[in-house]
């Protein structure tokens, strides 16, 4: 339960104060991977769920009592309101306290934060996703957007690596989108212990030769660990793609979320208000972005 330490809004109050979170019910938690599960948050507030506006690419602040708030990329599309998915990893102090709620427990949200990603910019185009680790949390709410709104996109990939397929994220459903048609979904694991992956081994960026991308028509959304800005940089970068076309998620490290604190601050930019979603092209004009 949330301890009473914990300031929660209780009325329209909240409208005013950017600080306050609202409290949400976990629902479900999904033990997806050890140290990676995804849990479901509904709104105590049907009100505040129905008014919750999010972009594919946007956070939200996740508070837990006792231990703090950290933030977190939201997981589901907002073409599937209602609920709340947040595939989060255990790490420190917030994540760790999360881990050791139950179903019906409950959290403070406030949010969501940020730019995402730009879809309505994007409709009409070909979307090109590559993700590495963690980084399928935020992509796959750009995933499931674009599924849904199929009509609204052209050619529609996926490129996605893991570790291992143990610790692939998404798995089940990410391997259900293999055969359909209106998606070319392309899944890799560096190494396959246990023999039994039907799908790519290899590193992420070899995926770049089962598929045909147009840089013309395309943008390209990428989100993992510094190491695969480096690596599909250098895959993007060749084909012609425009620094405009290749849209990043990257994380800095946030207290407030509204732009008052500071601390995300990269040069003349917050990332919690002008990103987390930067262009290429903000990437290489701000020192120290990626
Ligand atoms: C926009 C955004 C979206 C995010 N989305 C997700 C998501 O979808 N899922 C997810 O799991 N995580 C996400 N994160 C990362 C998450 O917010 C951090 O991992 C957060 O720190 C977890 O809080 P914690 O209290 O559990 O861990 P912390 O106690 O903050 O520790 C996290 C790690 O950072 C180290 N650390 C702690 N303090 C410092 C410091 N001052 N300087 C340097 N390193 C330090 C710790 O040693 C540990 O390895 C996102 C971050 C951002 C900015
Ligand atoms: S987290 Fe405070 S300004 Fe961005």
């Not at 049907?46 to 006792?66: A, C, D, K, Y």
């Not at 940089?233 to 008052?260: A, N, Q, T, W, Y």
């Not at 903000?282 to 120290?288: R, T, V």
Request: glycine letters at 10%.
């Amino acid at each position: 339960m949330l301890s009473p330490a914990i300031d929660v809004a209780t009325g329209p109050g909240w409208l005013e104060n950017p600080y306050q979170p609202h409290l949400a019910r976990i629902v479900r938690i999904y033990r997806m991977v050890p140290d990676n599960w995804v849990f479901t948050l509904r709104f105590l507030d049907e009100e505040i769920g129905r008014n919750f506006r999010q972009q594919p690419g946007t956070f939200v602040m996740l508070s837990i009592p006792g231990a703090g708030e950290a933030p977190i990329s939201i997981s589901s599309s907002p073409t599937r309101p209602g609920t709340l998915e947040l595939c989060v990893r255990r790490v420190g102090r917030v994540t760790d306290a999360l881990y050791r709620l139950q179903s019906n427990d409950l959290v403070g949200v406030r949010g969501p934060y940020g730019n995402g990603f730009p879809v309505e910019v994007m409709h009409g185009n070909d979307l090109l996703l590559v993700a590495g680790g963690l980084g399928m949390a935020p992509l796959r709410s750009l995933l499931w957007y674009a599924l849904d709104r199929r009509e609204h996109f052209g050619q529609v990939t996926l490129m996605y690596g893991a570790k291992n397929p143990a610790s692939m994220l998404f798995r089940e459903e990410l391997v259900s989108l293999v055969d359909r048609t209106d998606i070319n979904c392309l899944l890799t694991v560096d190494s396959d212990p246990g023999g039994t992956w039907k799908n790519h081994v290899g590193l992420l960026p070899k995926l770049f030769d089962r598929a045909r991308i147009d840089p013309r028509t395309t943008y390209a959304a990428v989100c993992g660990p510094p190491i695969v800005y480096k690596f599909v940089l250098e895959r993007l970068l060749p084909l012609g793609f425009s620094k405009d076309r290749i849209l990043m998620s990257l994380e800095r490290r946030m207290k407030c979320g509204v732009g008052k604190c500071g601390h995300c601050s990269i040069g003349y930019k917050y990332t919690c208000l002008h990103g987390p979603i930067f262009t290429y092209w903000d990437a290489i004009n701000l020192p120290e972005m990626v």
